[in-house]
């Protein structure tokens, strides 16, 4: 057993190594280009017959996965929708880790109950929505996603005599799901998850944008015969569109159904007036699922489902065993997400809310849209180069076009995708690729609080290199 002194000791140079990294962070190549055989190699081997070292395992973890390290908490990366962390959330996550406290119950951990409640006042304020809704923080969007469609899961039933939480899903009356077209896996997998079926849905076509069509959704909706689930987005994981929430909320409330929406990272709009009418009509919806790992640049994992039915989300999470204790009137955790013992991933959020304020969280949102749109302007200008989105918030999607044939579709989704292999080759910046309607796209995500201009001018300037390179290979 290591003692105290030790303890001491270790995590004095755990802060080091990690200062260490986090200064290095900015230069490092964005990517990584290592085997994970050779990963296995350092880092493998038999389980220890013997404990080793405590610092000395500290030291040779930090120097082994290093070679692994992508440098996604870093200022170039703009792959998925990834967000890097605050020093204030990093903080505050490390104290977390160090209180070790339960979340569950209230009674296991008194004070960072107290602060997850605040949080969850605070966020529900940041996104206008009602303030009397029930807040859960969850690992991800993911599990908010899950958390949300099983509220709504439970209202539905009820309303039709049903008590799903009891009496399971054999048998009970049928829920129509409607999705749009363009509808986040996540999604998907949470119907999964909920004995809903991930291909037991009406789906709405979308529009050019990725956005739900709100006139073809009356047709869809005559056509549900049960309790109406459905699911929108603030944020299309591609293009970043938003989809129709007032006309789809209005729609379905008319069918006295449950809108939920998948706000990921369109979410943080809210907290901008210039993104805001993006989402007008979010707050009429019914439960809401966002991610604090992304926009709000708390480290992973952290997402949070809101829920204008309390009764409903609580019924739908919690849990009652004898030895519990949770008659205190307080915030048990467990109540409003999926896990029993949790960390109290709450307090990172509550950390950098308060670092950053109202005023914070707004430019940040802003400044990472205009670099979005700082980059997509400069791509545009370079020959053979579409963007192929309306850059309405943070996402961009870019094709490259074959100089000597720019009418070739497959010659171009060739090019594209050499172009991002090249890029994540180069490592200055570090993005990846999709499919948009048909046609092979890089996406660019802009969600990191320390990307700044040079970073996004480096990064457009390492793009149009290796195009370069590559149509001089081609
Ligand atoms: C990222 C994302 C999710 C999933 O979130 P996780 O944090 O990875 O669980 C869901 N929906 C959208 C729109 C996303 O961008």
């Known amino acids: 057993m290591e003692g105290r002194v030790d303890e001491r000791r270790i995590l004095d140079r755990a802060s ?9 962070l900015p230069e490092r190549p964005v990517g990584v280009a290592v085997e994970a055989a050779s990963l296995r190699a350092t880092l ?3 389980l220890p017959e013997v404990g080793e070292d405590g610092l000395g395992v500290v030291e040779r973890l930090a120097a082994d996965a290093d070679p692994g390290l992508v ?5 170039r990366y703009f792959g998925f929708v990834i967000g890097g962390h605050h020093p204030v959330a990093l903080a505050a996550d490390w104290l977390t880790s160090a209180w070790d406290q339960n979340l569950g119950l209230y009674v296991a951990g008194p004070a960072l109950s107290v602060v997850e409640e605040v949080a969850a006042g605070w966020l529900l304020d940041l996104f206008g929505l009602p303030a009397s809704a029930s807040l859960g923080f969850t690992t991800g969007a993911t599990m908010a996603n899950f958390t949300g469609l099983a509220a709504a899961r439970h209202a539905l039933l009820a309303r039709a005599g049903w008590d799903v939480e009891r009496q399971g899903l054999f048998g009970a009356p049928e829920l129509d799901v409607v999705v749009g077209a363009e509808a986040h896996a996540s999604i998907l997998l949470a119907l999964q998850y909920l004995g809903l079926g991930r291909e037991r849905v009406h789906s709405v076509p979308t529009d050019e944008q990725g956005r739900l069509c709100a006139d073809l959704l009356p047709g869809v909706l005559a056509g549900c015969r049960g309790p109406i689930l459905a699911c929108a987005q603030a944020g299309n994981v591609n293009s970043g569109a938003f989809d129709p929430l007032e006309a789809v909320v209005e729609q379905v409330h008319a069918r006295d159904g449950w809108v939920h929406v998948d706000g990921a990272f369109g979410l943080w709009g809210a907290a901008s007036p210039r993104f805001a009418p993006l989402l007008r009509g979010a707050e009429g919806a019914d439960s809401w699922a966002c991610d604090a790992h992304k926009w709000l640049n708390v480290p992973y994992d952290c997402g949070f489902v809101a829920c204008a039915d309390p009764a409903a989300h609580a019924a739908a999470m919690t849990i009652a065993a004898a030895y519990l204790v949770q008659d205190t009137g307080e915030r048990d955790g467990v109540d409003w997400a999926p896990e029993f ?18 005023a914070g969280v707004r430019e940040l949102v802003e400044r990472c849209c205009d670099l979005a749109a700082r980059m997509a302007r400069q791509l545009a200008e370079a020959p053979g180069v579409r963007v192929l989105n309306d850059v309405v918030l943070d996402q961009v999607l870019v094709r490259f076009l074959d100089p000597d ?27 990846g690729g999709t499919t948009w309607h048909g046609q092979a796209a890089m996406r660019i995500s802009v969600v990191n609080w320390s990307t700044t201009e040079a970073d996004a001018d480096r990064s457009v300037e390492a793009i149009l290199r290796c195009a370069g390179e590559v149509a001089a290979v081609a």
């Open 16 to 24: 080091q190594l990690a200062g260490e990294f986090l200064a290095a």
């Open 44 to 46: 493998g081997g038999p």
């Open 71 to 75: 440098a996604m908490a870093g200022p």
């Open 341 to 358: 013992s949790r960390r109290a991933r709450g307090v990172p959020v509550y950390a950098v809310l308060r670092a950053l304020g109202r």
């Open 405 to 431: 044939a720019p009418g070739d579709a497959a010659a171009a989704d060739a090019r594209t995708r050499a172009v991002i292999a090249a890029v994540q080759r180069d490592g200055t910046c570090w993005l």
